[in-house]
């Protein structure tokens, strides 16, 4: 069990020069202005302290760090390691940087002393106390050699993050890969191998995910949560498990789990292709301005507040963001705000409150036929119909707490969101809008779907994790639970082309589901410390009670003339709704062998047993199947090492799953449907090379989808995806003695041809990203680009019937559509540091 | 480095499994040409064929304006299943063009270009018979013969067009039941022949069938005679004469009139 803790560090205080033997006449301390978690050592129990001494030179870069008072058991090399990925601001004196040498004391509390909530996979709680006030040290000018004065007492508390479940269970530090240009925080998931990442809906609308041969849509197939608090929506009409997670700031993403299949007990409803738990923190302390213009009239203003005094998981950050967007139609505004704070109750307790929220207003261009476009009927960023895109607005609150007692560490969430979501998108043009016998003479009026919906989310979630001795070595056991109670209101209309006049009603509904799950998650070593089996069982029961307002629709026999929702049925009379509840109940087990390390390699085989509920929409009274199942298998061979001052991970992954009821997208409906059993087979490769100046990260997923009742493949999920991303850092140069430091930063994106319907593939797809910055004492500059080469290429790739009156006659035979990626943009960025402000 | 062997082996372990860009998801969009053409029976410039109600016609001219034309057949395919009023599937080849056909000619006409469709087994067929654009005045049949029985001889020549004038009456109860479009195209025309790569798709047209209905030619008379004494057709739509209806009533039979075939390269 990899049992990572840490010590979230107290930035600055640790860490200042000593005294120096000449005494200049003004001495500015360093000051880390980054720092790296350290991982609390797999199996220990110690509550101890070890000083790391770290040489700086004049651009604040560790040069040197050695363990000046050594604990042993592991804990020396994990503050090492952690303590060479500092960044300081330099000292100074007289205005002139100058090298020092620093002491940083890494206090390791027990995992989960400080507890951290069930879910928050690789979060940390950290506490820290600061020195009254700085200390005035010196520095030598250029030479470190101040070792006399000791840092003042500093306790920084750790908590453990969740035991690797599996060779494709990746524990992602964002680290100086945050420098690759990235539109959201979604896009941070293209650091797992076989993301990518596809929108049909406008830069609004939730990232389409697929990820293993899985086209999860917005969410359904993947199980998002923040800091522990659930994500997708239960009930969404759009699609039950609809993810979008544009309300959260990317620069306050510390890290992200994302396990890429059900092999965690933990993992709960839509972790079919996987789970993906984004943690927050913030290093940047004090205040942060930024903003930011770009092609296509893009404006971004953000501020970031991390209070000096605090810990990295206190802050608080909000967004103001615009865009005319690339195209026709593609116009965005949205405001987000994320605020969190982090404390202590006593010795053993901390907490932590998190509030969100966010609001969009976006238009979608849709897509586009591949005929029309290559005929000059439309071009490429052009929209068929300008009345699509929608509006989405979040708000949310989690409250969590952790304690210690003896070995056992209890921890505990509840959590509340609100969630309200418009939409509009026209897959089909003028196909689906029938000239029914009871109806006015109509020509076709429009395919636009229009739909809204209001979500209400409550739920606790909590745990208990217990350590024993046994065969002589550490065993533990973890029980929790998890539960929440979703409401969700939805209807969905068809708008008369261009007008947004409702001329009918597809969908009203009500509905209350609720979900109660519990699991036990054992980590078993049987007498041999290189064999580990870690799983355990996860049991839930899904119940829905669903209200259709309109069950009588307006093609039923006998309903009256141009009248949606009936009260009449064959039998006469009848009210215009129908009441459906039922549930169901299902164990779920999951299981990892670990054999290793081994040189840093270990072999790994897990199987698990996941759930994904159905939409409500599928409900019928009694009927016992509000989920579908997958079953999934892997094995492969893991490897972490250093070499010097570089770490390398990387593995290598053999994997097979089948779901028995998958889903797949229809025009008509404009999401996914049912679609029978799927079966994938792949291989997934990754590795991650990470030093003090650089970071390079390569990943690569093959995989083959089928469908089990005819052998075919499953549409438009790419078998081949590829992804490199790239940071180096260094000084550029001086100004008035304070170095320049310099990023440089790459994405490279591959995705092969997906199979489309009708036995056709798509195009591939080639992306290169840039960004390049330039900081000098607290200014910074940076300019990034986005599909650097202007490549034209095709996002989404569709192959389907519709009619969007391009040609003199109904086009009724499938045809290929897509959705157009964005061209070549820049966004350059000015960003101001005020690191004192709050402290 | 040795850490790099196990991607490298997996890497082309995978490679040899054959994952990646093979295996289809079914079916095949593809281009097809397209042909209309008449029957073989006519000799000399002239079709002469009996009405089940014992006319002997002596058919001189007979055009008809056809297009767009479709194939249907709906069968499970690798895609989700539709929800609306639209089977997805359910049309496996288009030609979204038109033609005017001389349906006393075995020779092919193309249509204005070619079709489109996937690789399916086609069961029935449509025809659409719509107007030049907007223009509801269109002819769409444009026919010349002489009519004979028991001695009565009905020289006739005439056009139609389809345009509101066909539509019948609404109930309040079904106003929608007969659409203008309802009456342009003739469903259900039977199509037994698999769709592939490389075929050309023809539509035979069989002008006989359109006077099945035909009880008596004279009641042309009612319209007068044109230029050479033919009676000409109806210009009422319903409101005309039997005869006249009778023959637009022929046009959306869908038995024996259409036929589309699947010639094989």
Redesign the interface.
């Known amino acids: 069990m990899r049992l990572r803790a840490t010590t979230a560090l107290a930035f600055a205080l640790l860490a200042w020069p000593v005294a120096s033997r000449a005494q200049p006449a003004h001495v500015t301390a360093p000051d880390p202005i980054s720092h790296v978690d350290a991982v609390y050592p797999q199996g220990e129990e110690l509550d101890t302290t070890v000083i790391v001494t770290v040489t700086l030179d004049k651009a604040g870069k560790v040069t040197e760090a050695v363990v000046t008072e050594p604990v042993g058991h592991g804990f020396d090399e994990a503050a090492l390691s952690a303590a060479r990925q500092w960044v300081f601001r330099p000292a100074l004196r007289d205005g002139v940087a100058v090298g020092a040498r620093v002491h940083i004391p890494f206090h390791f509390s027990p995992p989960a002393v400080a507890g951290a909530p069930p879910h928050a996979h690789g979060d940390v709680h950290a506490t820290e106390k600061r020195p009254k006030k700085k200390p005035a040290t010196g520095a030598e000018g250029g030479i470190p050699g101040m070792e006399d004065a000791a840092p003042d007492e500093v306790t920084v508390s750790g908590v453990s993050r969740q035991a690797s479940h599996g060779p494709s269970d990746l524990e992602i530090q964002i680290g100086q890969l945050r420098a690759v240009p990235r539109k959201n925080a979604q896009e941070l998931l293209k650091l797992a191998p076989g993301v990518f990442l596809s929108n049909e809906g406008g830069e609004g609308h939730a990232e389409q995910v697929f990820l293993r041969g899985f086209d999860a849509r917005e969410g359904q197939d993947i199980e998002f949560s923040l800091n522990g608090m659930p994500i997708n929506d239960v009930g969404n009409p759009h699609g039950s498990g609809y993810a979008d997670t544009h309300f959260i700031l990317p620069e306050l993403v510390e890290s992200l789990r994302v396990t890429e299949g059900p092999y965690d007990p933990r993992q709960g409803n839509f972790a079919v292709a996987g789970s993906a738990a984004y943690a927050l923190g913030l290093a940047e302390r004090g205040l942060t301005a930024q903003y930011g213009y770009g092609t296509f009239g893009t404006h971004r203003a953000l501020l970031l507040w991390g209070p000096p005094k605090e810990s990295s998981h206190t802050f608080g950050g909000v967004e103001i963001y615009k865009s005319d967007g690339f195209g026709q139609n593609r116009r965005t505004e949205r405001g987000t705000a994320m605020a969190q704070y982090e404390g202590k109750l006593g010795q053993k307790t901390s907490f932590r409150l998190l509030g969100t929220a966010y609001a969009t207003h976006y238009g979608s261009a849709g897509v586009v036929r591949a005929d029309d476009q290559k005929a000059g009927r439309i071009g490429f960023y052009d929209t068929y119909d300008a009345t699509q895109g929608g509006d989405a607005s979040r708000a949310s609150v989690a409250f969590d707490v952790a304690s210690r007692t003896g070995q056992t560490t209890l921890a505990q969430q509840v959590f509340f969101t609100h969630r309200t979501m418009r939409l509009r998108e026209n897959f089909?043009g003028f196909?689906?809008?029938?000239?029914?016998?009871?109806?006015?003479?109509?020509d076709q009026r429009g395919?636009l779907i229009d739909l809204d919906t209001t979500m209400n989310t409550i739920g606790a979630r909590g745990s208990a994790r217990t350590k024993a001795d046994v065969f002589g070595v550490g065993q533990e056991l973890e029980l929790g639970y998890v539960a929440r109670v979703d409401g969700v209101t939805g209807m969905q209309q068809r708008d008369r082309f261009g007008t947004l006049v409702p001329y009918t009603k597809e969908l009203d509904s009500s509905a209350t589901m609720s979900n109660i799950g519990m699991f036990a998650d054992a980590s078993v070593k049987p007498g041999l410390d290189w064999i580990t089996v870690r799983g355990g069982v996860r049991g839930d029961i899904f119940s829905y009670d669903v209200d259709d307002h309109c069950t009588v629709p307006a093609?039923a026999r006998g309903s009256q003339?141009d009248q949606p929702c009936q009260s009449i049925d064959r039998s006469g009379y009848r009210e215009p709704n129908t009441r459906s509840s039922t549930s169901s109940i299902l164990a779920q087990p999951r299981a990892t062998l670990l054999v290793g390390p081994f040189s840093?390699?270990t072999l790994a085989a897990s199987y698990g047993l996941g759930a994904r509920t159905v939409d409500p929409v599928y409900i019928t009274q009694d009927t016992k199947t509000p989920f579908a199942r997958v079953d999934a298998l892997e094995g492969g061979?893991v490897?972490a090492?250093s070499l010097r001052d570089m770490r390398?991970g990387?593995r290598?992954?053999?994997f097979g799953t089948h779901v028995d009821k998958d889903?797949?997208?229809?025009?008509?409906?404009g999401r996914?449907?049912?679609?029978g059993g799927t079966t994938r087979?792949?291989?997934m490769?990754e590795?991650r090379l990470t030093s003090s100046w650089f970071d390079q990260a390569i990943n690569?997923t093959?995989?083959?989808a089928?469908?089990d009742a005819?052998g075919?493949?499953?549409?438009y999920v790419p078998?081949?995806v590829l992804r490199s991303e790239s940071a180096v850092s260094g000084d550029l140069f001086a100004i008035k003695g304070r170095d320049v430091r310099g990023t440089l930063s790459a994405g490279l994106g591959y995705v092969?041809?997906r199979?489309?319907?009708?036995?056709?593939?798509s195009d591939t797809i080639f992306t290169v990203d840039l960004g390049a910055s330039a900081r000098w004492t607290n200014y910074q500059i940076g300019l990034s680009s986005q599909n650097l080469l202007d490549r034209r290429y095709r996002l989404g790739e569709l192959?389907?019937?519709s009619d969007f009156h391009g040609?003199?006659?109904?086009?009724?035979?499938?045809?290929r559509h897509f959705t157009a990626g964005a061209p070549r943009t820049f966004m350059l960025t000015l960003t101001v540091f005020f690191p004192e402000v709050g402290g | 480095m040795s850490?790099?062997r196990?991607?490298g082996?997996?890497?082309g372990?995978?490679?040899a499994?054959?994952?990646?860009?093979?295996?289809?998801?079914?079916?095949?969009?593809f281009s097809f040409h397209a042909a209309a053409r008449g029957t073989d029976g006519a000799k000399g410039g002239a079709y002469v064929f009996s009405t089940p109600s014992g006319w002997s016609v002596s058919l001189t001219r007979a055009t008809l304006r056809v297009?767009?034309v479709?194939v249907n057949h709906a069968v499970?395919?690798?895609?989700?299943?539709?929800?609306?009023?639209?089977s997805?599937g359910?049309?496996?080849?288009?030609v979204?063009?038109q033609v005017t056909v001389d349906a006393l000619s075995p020779s092919p006409v193309p249509f204005a270009s070619d079709g489109?469709?996937?690789a399916d087994l086609a069961q029935t067929g449509e025809v659409?018979l719509?107007p030049d654009?907007g223009d509801d005045s269109t002819t769409i049949l444009d026919v010349a013969g002489t009519a004979t029985r028991a001695g009565v001889v009905v020289p006739f020549a005439g056009t139609l067009a389809i345009d509101a004038s066909w539509l019948a009456p609404?109930s309040a109860?079904?106003?929608?039941?007969s659409?203008?479009?309802?009456i342009r195209q003739v469903t259900d025309i039977p199509a037994t022949f698999t769709t592939q790569p490389g075929g050309t798709l023809v539509l035979r047209v069989e002008p006989a069938r359109w006077f099945d209905a035909v009880s008596d030619f004279a009641s042309l008379s009612a319209n007068g005679a044109g230029d050479g004494g033919a009676f000409r057709l109806g210009a009422s739509g319903l409101a005309s004469d039997a005869t006249t209806v009778a023959i637009f009533r022929g046009l959306h039979a869908h038995q024996g009139v259409y036929r589309l075939e699947w010639q094989s390269p």
């Open positions: 089909t196909l689906l809008d029938s000239q029914r016998i009871f109806q006015s003479p109509h395919d093609d003339i840093g390699l061979i490897y090492g390398l990387a290598s992954v053999f889903l797949v997208f229809s025009e008509t409906s996914n449907v049912l679609a087979t792949g291989w490769g590795g690569v093959a995989v083959k089928k469908l005819t075919l493949l499953l549409p078998d081949l092969g041809r199979a489309l319907p009708y036995g056709e593939r192959n389907y019937v040609q003199a006659y109904p086009t009724l035979v499938a045809a | 850490h790099t196990p991607l082996s997996a890497l372990l995978a490679l499994l054959g994952l990646g860009c093979s295996g289809s998801t079914g079916s095949q969009v297009g767009p479709y499970p395919i690798s895609q989700g299943r539709a929800t609306g009023g639209y997805s359910r049309t496996i080849a288009q979204l063009a489109e469709g996937v659409w719509l654009g609404a109860a079904t106003p929608g039941e659409p203008l479009l309802a």
